[in-house]
């Protein structure tokens, strides 16, 4: 990772040592003449002395300049600037949080950036939209700032109903409070009724992919610009594209394909049901080729180590200007595209690695960059970069109790990984509610799972299509028509896992599950690991 960055903090105070001891050597001149004591300054020294008092204001006004803009953007505006808050006990949270906020600024939004001592009642009430990094000190306890904001603030709950928000939790799991304090902000500010922007990210002793996943939610949060490079690159192997289908010709809704990949011959493919595939993906040859054409590259140009520039130019954001010159500074000089997460839809007894995704498109048509890379560009049997990242908030339950899985769209891949594995293990209490468009062309993996549920192996297979006109239009409708069927499944200790749409969907099935069960039952739920979500 490259997160050592100093602070502000730390530059300021060796700045100040560094002025002290330019003062004391000056001083120290002094006792070297005669008449120190009792003669008057000798005017070379005056001057010297208003030399030193001007070059410590202007360390400070350099200083005070350097950290003015990430504390704080501009106000003005209808919608409040994004709160960016940190409650770091060594700095790392606080390294984090700037980092996010200039994540944000260079998608277009304006930033608060706060230390929790600094953020009061009146500011939290003021803001829409907050980030909380909070680490987690000693056996379980907030840092020693964040003690003022928990007697001044959190000491009781508050309205915040249009706060939406999300919490970076920072910890280490070789202590029995994981992330407490994380937790507990999280909680705190559920409880006050805030929305949360995506689930909350635990991050175990600096793990380089939670904070990689972190960084995705946000880019999605923030839009396009916001993640501009990864803060830490994936460690890839190199997967074939062994098969690619289209699910739903015919569609109203984006085109949703069906991938299938091999791991390298010498890599390890295991994984778990709610596993990620980090994917790297590429420019297309077309877009390559054009922009070398474009500042008159030879698309057969290499670098002095052997390597093709076109290689290296697929793998990178495309610089908007290049005036020419050396290959080699135009390589050092590329920044690599950033990774994107997809849920494994399969297990490793399957022979393959299953992905289900939908091509995104941009305003003017385009296919988005990784989606487009999957689902147009890439051939058949091309490498893929590909790192698989352990998801443990998505893993399976114990199989000995009921699992209810409930998701939309393409979280069926997720959910499609459960059922797989429960399968496997003998699991039959199963029970699956998905909802797309139409029944015709949106059923994904519907012969499969039809067979499951005749085979026993799905006690209870619910569908929604909400434009085919049924009994019920979402997944959620379909849940509170159940409800007595949910209390019942959770009475017995069922999980409950949803995959799916962040917005819409995960936050309607929530308002279900509380309505149905209650809100301390919810809650108990939540804190005991048998609602968990991989929402996006």
């Given at each position: 990772?490259?997160?050592?960055?100093?602070?502000?903090?730390?530059l300021g105070n060796?700045g100040v040592l560094?002025l002290?001891?330019?003062?004391?050597?000056?001083?120290?001149?002094l006792h070297?003449g005669e008449?120190?004591?009792?003669?008057?300054p000798?005017p070379?020294?005056?001057?010297?002395?208003?030399a030193?008092l001007?070059?410590?204001?202007?360390?400070c006004?350099?200083?005070?300049w350097?950290?003015?803009?990430?504390?704080?953007?501009?106000?003005a505006?209808?919608?409040?600037?994004?709160?960016?808050v940190?409650?770091?006990?060594?700095?790392f949270?606080?390294q984090l949080?700037e980092?996010?906020?200039?994540?944000?600024?260079?998608a277009?939004h304006r930033t608060?950036?706060?230390a929790?001592?600094?953020?009061?009642?009146?500011?939290?009430?003021?803001s829409?939209r907050?980030?909380f990094?909070?680490?987690t000190?000693?056996?379980?306890?907030?840092?020693?700032?964040?003690?003022?904001?928990?007697?001044?603030?959190m000491?009781?709950?508050r309205?915040?109903?249009?706060l939406?928000?999300?919490?970076?939790a920072l910890?280490?799991?070789?202590?029995?409070r994981?992330?407490a304090?994380?937790?507990?902000?999280?909680d705190?500010?559920r409880a006050?009724q805030?929305?949360?922007l995506?689930?909350r990210?635990e991050?175990?002793?600096?793990d380089?992919?939670?904070?990689r996943?972190w960084?995705?939610?946000?880019?999605?949060?923030?839009?396009?610009?916001?993640a501009a490079?990864?803060?830490?690159l994936?460690?890839?192997?190199?997967w074939r594209?062994?098969?690619?289908?289209?699910l739903?010709?015919?569609?109203a809704?984006?085109?949703?394909?069906?991938?299938?990949?091999?791991?390298?011959?010498?890599?390890?493919?295991?994984?778990?049901?709610?596993?990620?595939?980090?994917?790297?993906?590429r420019?297309?040859?077309?877009?390559v080729?054009?922009?070398m054409?474009?500042h008159?590259?030879p698309?057969?140009t290499r670098?002095?180590?052997g390597?093709?520039?076109?290689?290296?130019?697929?793998?990178?954001h495309?610089?908007?200007?290049?005036?020419?010159?050396?290959?080699?500074?135009?390589?050092?000089s590329?920044?690599p595209l950033?990774h994107r997460?997809?849920?494994?839809?399969s297990?490793?007894?399957?022979?393959?690695l299953?992905l289900?995704?939908?091509?995104q498109q941009?305003p003017?048509?385009?296919?988005g960059?990784?989606s487009?890379?999957?689902?147009?560009?890439?051939?058949?049997?091309?490498?893929?970069?590909l790192?698989?990242r352990s998801?443990?908030?998505?893993?399976?339950?114990?199989t000995?109790?009921p699992l209810?899985?409930?998701?939309?769209?393409t979280?069926?891949?997720?959910?499609?990984a459960?059922?797989r594995?429960?399968?496997?293990?003998?699991a039959?209490?199963?029970w699956?509610?998905?909802g797309?468009r139409?029944?015709?062309?949106?059923?994904h993996?519907?012969d499969?799972?039809?067979?499951?549920r005749?085979?026993?192996?799905i006690t209870?297979?619910?569908?929604?299509f909400?434009?085919?006109?049924g009994?019920h239009?979402?997944v959620?409708?379909?849940?509170a028509?159940?409800?007595?069927?949910?209390?019942?499944?959770?009475?017995?200790?069922a999980?409950i896992?949803?995959?799916?749409?962040l917005?819409?969907?995960a936050?309607?099935?929530?308002?279900?599950i509380?309505?149905a069960?209650?809100?301390?039952?919810?809650?108990?739920?939540?804190?005991?690991?048998?609602?968990?979500r991989?929402?996006y």
């Amino acid at each position: 990772m490259t997160l050592s960055r100093p602070s502000p903090a730390l530059l300021g105070n060796l700045g100040v040592l560094a002025l002290l001891a330019l003062a004391a050597a000056a001083l120290l001149r002094l006792h070297l003449g005669e008449d120190w004591w009792l003669a008057a300054p000798r005017p070379d020294r005056g001057w010297g002395a208003l030399a030193a008092l001007a070059l410590y204001a202007g360390a400070c006004l350099a200083l005070w300049w350097r950290v003015r803009p990430a504390r704080e953007d501009s106000a003005a505006g209808d919608t409040p600037p994004v709160l960016v808050v940190w409650a770091s006990q060594t700095g790392f949270a606080q390294q984090l949080a700037e980092r996010s906020a200039q994540a944000l600024r260079a998608a277009g939004h304006r930033t608060r950036l706060r230390a929790l001592d600094q953020l009061d009642a009146p500011l939290l009430d003021g803001s829409q939209r907050a980030l909380f990094i909070a680490s987690t000190t000693g056996e379980g306890d907030p840092p020693d700032h964040a003690l003022a904001f928990l007697a001044r603030v959190m000491h009781s709950a508050r309205a915040l109903p249009h706060l939406r928000y999300a919490v970076l939790a920072l910890g280490d799991s070789g202590y029995a409070r994981y992330c407490a304090f994380g937790r507990q902000l999280d909680d705190w500010l559920r409880a006050c009724q805030a929305q949360p922007l995506f689930d909350r990210v635990e991050v175990d002793n600096a793990d380089p992919a939670a904070l990689r996943h972190w960084q995705q939610l946000l880019g999605q949060f923030a839009g396009e610009g916001a993640a501009a490079t990864d803060w830490s690159l994936p460690d890839y192997q190199p997967w074939r594209l062994h098969a690619r289908q289209r699910l739903n010709p015919g569609s109203a809704g984006g085109p949703v394909f069906h991938l299938a990949l091999q791991p390298p011959a010498d890599g390890a493919c295991n994984w778990q049901a709610g596993d990620i595939a980090e994917i790297g993906p590429r420019q297309s040859a077309a877009a390559v080729g054009a922009w070398m054409q474009a500042h008159r590259l030879p698309e057969s140009t290499r670098l002095a180590d052997g390597r093709a520039l076109s290689e290296l130019l697929a793998r990178s954001h495309l610089p908007e200007r290049f005036d020419g010159g050396d290959p080699a500074q135009l390589a050092q000089s590329l920044a690599p595209l950033p990774h994107r997460e997809y849920s494994i839809a399969s297990m490793p007894g399957e022979g393959s690695l299953q992905l289900m995704l939908r091509r995104q498109q941009h305003p003017d048509g385009s296919p988005g960059l990784a989606s487009g890379w999957l689902c147009d560009h890439a051939d058949i049997g091309a490498s893929i970069d590909l790192r698989l990242r352990s998801n443990p908030n998505f893993h399976p339950p114990a199989t000995t109790a009921p699992l209810l899985l409930i998701g939309n769209g393409t979280g069926i891949a997720g959910l499609r990984a459960h059922l797989r594995a429960r399968i496997d293990a003998g699991a039959r209490r199963n029970w699956l509610l998905f909802g797309e468009r139409n029944a015709a062309h949106d059923f994904h993996f519907g012969d499969e799972l039809e067979q499951w549920r005749h085979d026993g192996w799905i006690t209870h297979l619910d569908t929604v299509f909400s434009r085919d006109g049924g009994a019920h239009r979402y997944v959620q409708d379909a849940l509170a028509a159940h409800g007595a069927r949910l209390r019942d499944w959770v009475a017995q200790g069922a999980t409950i896992l949803v995959c799916g749409s962040l917005q819409g969907m995960a936050p309607a099935v929530d308002a279900v599950i509380i309505d149905a069960l209650g809100k301390d039952a919810h809650d108990a739920l939540r804190i005991a690991g048998r609602y968990r979500r991989d929402v996006y």
